[in-house]
C-alpha cells in the first residue's frame, strides 16, 4: 500500500510537465492529467520495513486528486444516479441465516444513494467501465476488486456520521476486507459537506472532478484494520452533494458477488 501511495504521488500528471506524447498517451488511456495533494502521509522518506507496529507509529496516507473526472464525467454520473434510482441509505446491519447481511436504515446515515451494480448492468455501461479502468489504473489494482459504485446524494442538512469503511466480516469472506475507499466527488457544494477524518484533523471540501482515496487497513497487514481512518460527511448547509464510492477489497469482489458471497 505505501508502495502505491507513493508511486500515486510521485507520477501524477498534473504535478509534472507532459510532454505531447505523455499528453497524448493519457488521453488514448481515457485518463485526466489530474493533480495530487498528499493531506497526511506516513513519511517523506520511501518506506522500506513492512511492520505493523511502524505503521501504527506512523499517520496513514490521505490523498485527493484533482481533476481527477471531466465535468461532463461528473454529471454523467449523476444522471446514472437517477437512471438507477437514488433511495434513502441503508447500513449494514445484522447477519442472516444464510450468512448474508440486513441493510438497516439508520438515523446516523441520511443520505440517498443508489447502486450501479452489475446485476442490472449499470457496471456494464461504457461510463461505468471507465470510471472503474481509470481507478484501476492509478492504484494498479484490478477493477474486479472494486465494489459496484455507490452514487450518494446528501440534500441540504443530509450527513453521514463518524464510521469507518472496514467490514468486519468480509475479512473471513473469498473478497477479503476493504482495503482502500477511493471517493469521487461529482459536485462542488455551496456550503458544508466536506469528509472529516476526527482522528487526523483533517477535512476535505468537496469539489466537483475531486477524488480522494485513503486506507482502510495496514500496509503491513492489508486484513487489519487502520481504526484512524474513521471519517464522517458532515452536514450539507447549503447546496446539493453528490458523490461515488468506490471500494477496494483485498481479492476480486465481482466474481464472489455473483454468487452472492460477498
Ligand atoms: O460523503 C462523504 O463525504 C463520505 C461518505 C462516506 O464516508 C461513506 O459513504 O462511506
Ligand atoms: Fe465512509
Known sequence: MNKMFERIVAT???????TDAERKELAADNMTEYTVTVHSRPSDEP????SVVVDKSLPPWVITFDNFLLPEECDALI????KYEYKRSQDVGAAKFDGSHEGVQSTRRTSENAWCSDHHGCRKEELAVKIHERMSKVMGIPPENSEDLQMLKYEKGQFYRT??????????????PRILTFFLYLSDVEEGGG??????????????????LWPSTLNADPMVKDGRTSHQAMDVIEGTKFATNGWVHMYDYVTPQ?????
Open 12 to 18: 501524477a500528471p498534473g504535478n509534472r510537465t507532459l
Open 47 to 50: 518506506s522500506t520495513e513492512i
Open 79 to 82: 444522471a446514472l444516479g437517477y
Open 163 to 176: 464510521h469507518h469503511d472496514y467490514i468486519p466480516h468480509q475479512k473471513d469472506r473469498q473478497c477479503g
Open 195 to 212: 469528509t472529516n477524518f476526527p482522528q487526523l484533523n483533517i477535512t476535505v471540501m468537496p469539489k466537483k472532478g475531486r477524488a480522494l
Open 258 to 262: 455473483k454468487k452472492g458471497c460477498n
